[in-house]
């Protein structure tokens, strides 16, 4: 069972594929959405977040893309889900009944945030260090089959 949303998970997935791109070659908005299967109009989005939270750079023209706005090893797991907006959507939500806001989210609100430590941990450069030991089809790890 995932604890994560998809959209969270998809966020992830497209910072490290910017991530592992070569420096100076963004990757553009269209690229990234075929290689996640994804409506480009539905990356944008997130992409757009992502480039408000300081996380990705947009660059604009016809060699234009995305590219990291700050070192790998300093971007989490966790930045990535609150900058793509999949933190914090049950706080928004009304608590529903009394034995929801009384209980069960207090219950939960301790394992909740050692969920975020724990995702706090998690260093982009080192998710993107092992997308390109897998070999993948992506980034540097292509440039250097070529």
């Not at 490290?16 to 539905?42: E, F, M, N, Y």
């Not at 797991?77 to 793509?84: Q, S, T």
């Not at 034995?99 to 969920?115: D, G, H, I, M, N």
């Amino acid at each position: 069972m995932p604890l994560l949303p998809r959209k969270g998970l998809l966020a992830i997935a497209a910072v490290i594929d910017v991530a592992v791109q070569a420096p100076g070659c963004p990757i553009s908005a269209k690229t990234l959405a075929a290689r996640h299967a994804l409506p480009p109009r539905h990356l944008e989005s997130v992409l757009q977040n992502l480039v408000r939270e300081g996380i990705l750079k947009g660059i604009r023209g016809p060699r234009g893309g995305y590219e990291l706005a700050r070192e790998a090893r300093r971007v989490t797991a966790n930045d990535i889900l609150r900058a793509a907006g999949t933190v914090d959507e049950a706080d928004n939500e009304p608590a529903g009944s009394e034995l929801l806001s009384r209980v069960v989210l207090p219950a939960l609100s301790s394992a909740e945030q050692q969920f975020a430590v724990a995702l706090s941990r998690i260093n982009l450069e080192d998710m993107a260090r092992d997308a390109e030991a897998l070999g993948t089809s992506f980034g540097r790890a292509a440039a250097a089959r070529a």
